[in-house]
């Protein structure tokens, strides 16, 4: 187990490095730097004339003058050593401000958007394989085909307009009016928490159908193993049998798919934040692009990839503890 | 019906008048039709017959492991002396009652013919062997290994403090069923249910297997039904032989009459069909025609459709009765009917 941890922490750090030159490549791809779009700004209007020499002047005050290796180096070693992800020349502030509260918020709906998904389609599956053929199973394949089917945009606008008309909450961001600049509190923490539900619940959704598919499936075929039959000839109560054998291989797909959901709530993440106000990264991410921002975008892309990468390497550990054959086969 | 004359009381297990059916999207299937034997305290019983013809299905509903579209026949009964001396018709207990989950395992046991996948493979041999001991007996976690750990080192398996730790795909085929079968006895059943135990293996480790269980019957006492399609390997463990065909008993007698004296064409054909060594080089025979369906089961004898000896108008219109040729030897067919009449 040790040796397999090694290897996928070694593979992960691999990963995220060439990952790391991909999004600095990403960065200098945009025509023009943050030089020009600065002086611009600052200069437009003004009628002065600005000569390449100040041009330079402005350019080695930001340090963009130097060589891309330099700069790269530079860049991510101090993101690294210092957890500093440089500076958001836009804001004039670091980047560490500009996205570090927006960065917990967006891992907040992540997480509980995982979480809403697995609590929910991972014991419905189950009970949906014990009870095939039920109503009840019926009833869960066609809520799992209008998963499949509805937009999540549409979604999101529906429960907008549901909690707006009959519940008179606000479901547009992730705190009340009275809680956004309040510091840290428990109550503070419960209303986040009541906000995310609606943005959990959207995210969640066809990730759900889905997943509560792949449960189904699975158990369905566990339950008709061999190995099931053999524990109940040992006289297995049924409900010790159902939880020991077929249930824990019913996870197994749900695990290893926990970095790819990640991968489609970040990328479904944005269009549900502008339906719902929420303040998340993707914007952030368009907006400091189109700034030629280039380290605010940088680390944006930085920290979703490496959630990414993060979750796949979770993923992994999971999937080898809940399965010795993987362990075998890949350590 | 048949008269069973034995005393009833030496009777570990009394099957009659076995019917069962599956429900399935083509209709009704009986798979199992009028099946009786019977199983002394440690004898062992050998049921032979081709595949499909109904031994997994009979023998599985001694422990009522068929799956959910199974039917058992009201008039069918199962009846089973316990360790206690109670009898109990095994067809009438409910699904989830703790009576029929104390049978399962601590009465009667079952090892399948897959070693392979009758291990979960994502625990240890020696969780599976405890988790079978911890049902049955009343015992600690510890005490519960130290039992697995010895039967383990009965059923011939070296290192069994290391085996018991490994997972059953780091073990080879051979130690796999003996691993299955130190499950099985754990538990200390009266009677041994082997589907086929040997089937999967190659043949010198199938007569390692064999030895195994004869060995492990003699210290142990309990009764084997053993499940093959090769009367070859039954002639060596059996004391007696039920010749099955497409849901139905067509012989049976001690090993002895079935060996050496077969009556029923299909019996004879059967053994025809065993590979043997002073005969290397001949064509074996093997029997012409595939079994029917069981959808579109014949009328009358089963076999007739491929019967040598067949006679028309008589072998498809009804079931013969059985012929008793000898105390111990019965057959069911016209050729011996007809004599008898
Ligand atoms: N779950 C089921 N649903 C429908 N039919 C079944 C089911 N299980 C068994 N059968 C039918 O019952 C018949 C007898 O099957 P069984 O498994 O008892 O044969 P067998 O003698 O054990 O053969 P084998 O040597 O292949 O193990 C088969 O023809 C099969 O079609
Ligand atoms: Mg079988």
């Known amino acids: 187990m040790i040796k397999f941890l090694v290897q996928r922490t070694l593979g992960m750090i691999v990963t995220m490095f060439f990952v790391s030159i991909m999004v600095f490549i990403i960065m200098e791809l945009p025509p023009g730097d943050y030089a020009e779009r600065w002086a611009f700004r600052k200069f437009s209007g003004t009628g002065a004339q600005i000569t390449q020499a100040d041009l330079d002047n402005i350019r080695a005050n930001f340090g963009l003058d130097r060589p891309a290796p330099e700069r790269y180096f530079k860049w991510i070693s101090n993101i690294v050593l210092h957890g500093d992800f440089g500076e958001a020349f836009a804001f004039q502030t670091s980047v560490n401000n500009v996205i570090g509260q927006k960065i917990w918020l967006t891992l907040a709906i992540l997480f509980s958007t995982l979480i809403v998904t697995y609590i929910i389609s991972i014991p419905v599956g189950m009970y949906a394989a014990v009870r095939r053929n039920s109503l009840e199973d019926y009833a869960l394949t066609v809520f799992s085909y209008l998963g499949f089917a509805l937009p999540n945009f549409l979604l999101a606008l529906i429960l907008l307009y549901i909690s707006i008309t009959y519940f008179d909450t606000s479901v547009g961001g992730l705190f009340s009016p009275d809680y956004a600049d309040a510091p840290w509190s428990m109550d503070k923490a419960l209303d986040l928490l009541s906000h995310l539900v609606v ?3 959207i995210l969640a959704w066809s990730a759900t159908a889905f997943q509560l598919q792949t449960v189904r499936a699975t158990m369905l075929d566990e339950l008709n193993t061999l190995s099931v039959t053999a524990a109940r000839a040992r006289g297995v109560p049924e409900w010790k049998l159902l939880l020991k054998y077929p249930a824990r291989l019913a996870i197994n797909p749900v695990v290893s798919t926990i970095g790819f959901d990640a991968n489609r709530i970040f990328s479904e993440l944005p269009i549900v934040a502008l339906v719902l106000g929420l303040p998340e990264l993707g914007q952030l991410l368009l907006k400091s692009y189109l700034d030629l921002d280039m380290f605010v975008a940088g680390a944006i892309l930085l920290i979703l990839t490496f959630m990414i990468v993060f979750m796949n390497f979770l993923s992994d550990i999971f999937l080898a503890i809940l399965d010795p054959r993987v362990k075998l086969i890949e350590g | 019906m048949e008269n069973i004359k034995e005393k009833t009381d030496d009777n570990l297990l009394e099957v009659k008048n076995l019917k069962i059916s599956f429900k399935t999207d083509e209709g009704i299937i009986t798979a199992v039709d009028g099946v009786n034997f019977t199983v002394k305290h440690g004898e062992t019983l050998g049921i032979v017959g081709e595949s499909g013809s109904g031994k997994s299905v009979s023998t599985w509903s001694i422990m009522r492991l068929l799956p959910k579209n199974s039917i058992i026949d009201k008039k069918s009964s199962i009846r089973f002396r316990k360790k206690d001396g109670k009898v109990v018709d095994i067809t009438k207990l409910k699904a989830r009652s703790k009576e029929l989950r104390k049978i399962r395992g601590g009465e009667v046991a079952l090892i399948f013919q897959e070693p ?6 994502v625990y240890t041999i020696g969780n599976q062997i405890s988790e079978a001991v911890l049902q049955h007996r009343d015992v600690s976690k510890e005490e519960a290994q130290e039992i697995a750990i010895d039967m383990l080192d009965r059923v011939g398996i070296a290192n069994p403090r290391q085996r018991f730790k490994q997972y059953p795909f780091e073990l080879s085929g051979g130690m796999r069923q003996r691993a299955m079968i130190a499950v099985a006895l754990s538990m ?7 589907d086929e135990p040997t089937t999967s293996l190659d043949v010198t480790i199938q007569a390692q297997i064999l030895e195994l269980m004869n060995e492990l019957q003699e210290e142990l006492g309990m009764a084997i039904i053993f499940i093959t399609h090769n009367l070859g390997v039954i002639a060596q463990v059996a004391d007696k032989i039920e010749v099955m065909y497409l849901g139905k008993i067509l ?17 004879q054909a059967l053994l025809k069909a065993i590979p043997r060594l002073d005969h290397i080089g001949e064509r074996l025979n093997a029997i012409s025609g595939d079994i029917p369906s069981p959808l579109s089961r014949p009328t009358g004898c089963p076999f007739y459709t491929r019967c040598e000896k067949v006679i028309p108008g008589i072998c498809d219109v009804k079931m013969p009765n059985p012929t008793k040729l000898s105390d111990t030897h019965t057959v069911y067919c016209f050729l011996y009917e007809e004599k008898n009449v």
Do not use: C, V, W
């Not at chain 2, 392979?116 to 493979?121: I, L």
């Open chain 1, 199 to 201: 943005p959990a619940i």
């Open chain 2, 116 to 121: 392979m996948s009758s291990f979960s493979p």
């Open chain 2, 188 to 194: 200390n059943p009266a009677l041994l249910i082997a």
């Open chain 2, 251 to 267: 012989e049976r007698g001690t090993t002895k009459d079935i060996i050496q004296n077969p009556q029923h064409p299909y019996t």
